[in-house]
């Protein structure tokens, strides 16, 4: 596609239930990010994938969050035995190059706004 | 590990007048530096970034940065600013080396009078 899908765009869920936030990165992207960003705040690094190798997952704020990205295109965020505290806007981005950065900015998706009541 | 500071949470301009959004970081190597701006319910684009070379870089919609190494400075300037410039502003940074994960700042609520 033309950008960064993600889907559902909005997701209201009771308090333990598991949640999967989906990511469409731009076609031929390698590297596609996580991020969470509260109301009022700027967005906070969770995980990263260059291709289907997870490189980095030392945001993810406990054992309840994980993410995949099996066929290094499509990505999953899952959040299991949701809380109230997992209230937030979850972002993914995705970047041309793997391994360097060099005019190769991220380019964001709209979010799921993810409600947890 | 790489860290951003935006010290102005809020700032209010008149139409026409100059901008300057402060943002400070901290990188022991020279980093890759970016602004990014969030309109209300879109996602963050992409004004510019600095990667090596000319620390005066100029983006998109008339905005400029000047990479300053000696204040850890990456100080986001436009000259006249337009209604429409009204939005959230993120700087960012990237380690220039390992791990390429990027640390955005807090931001800064840009609002234009009329």
């Known amino acids: 596609g033309a950008g960064v899908s993600q889907s559902p765009r909005y997701k209201v869920t009771k308090r333990g239930q598991d949640v999967a936030l989906r990511c469409d990165p731009i076609?031929?992207?390698?590297?596609l990010y996580w991020y969470r960003q509260a109301l009022g705040q700027g967005p906070e690094f969770l995980t990263y994938?260059?291709?289907?190798?997870?490189?980095?997952k030392s945001g993810l704020p406990n054992d309840r969050f994980s993410a995949e990205r099996p066929e290094g295109s499509i990505s999953t965020l899952t959040i299991q035995r949701t809380e109230q505290r997992d209230s937030a806007m979850y972002r993914c981005?995705?970047?041309?190059?793997?391994?360097?950065?060099?005019?190769?900015?991220?380019?964001f998706g709209n979010g799921t706004r993810l409600t947890v009541t | 590990a790489q860290s951003v500071t935006q010290p102005d949470i809020h700032i209010t301009v008149s139409e026409g007048a100059s901008l300057e959004l402060r943002c400070n970081y901290s990188?022991?190597?020279?980093?890759?530096l970016f602004w990014y701006v969030q309109s209300p319910g879109q996602g963050l684009q992409l004004l510019l970034k600095?990667?090596?070379?000319?620390?005066l870089v100029q983006g998109i919609k008339g905005f400029e940065a000047e990479f300053k190494r000696s204040q850890s400075s990456f100080n986001l300037r436009k000259p006249s600013v337009h209604w429409s410039d009204a939005a959230e502003y993120f700087c960012?940074?990237?380690?220039?080396?390992?791990?390429?994960?990027?640390?955005f700042g807090t931001g800064t609520r840009l609002k234009v009078l009329a």
């Open positions: 600095y990667f090596s070379g000319d620390t």
């Open positions: 990188y022991g190597a020279t980093p890759y």
């Open positions: 994938f260059n291709y289907e190798a997870q490189q980095d």
């Open positions: 981005a995705s970047s041309l190059v793997a391994g360097g950065i060099t005019n190769s900015p991220l380019h």
């Open positions: 960012a940074v990237a380690a220039s080396s390992g791990t390429y994960k990027y640390i």
């Open positions: 076609s031929g992207h390698v590297s």
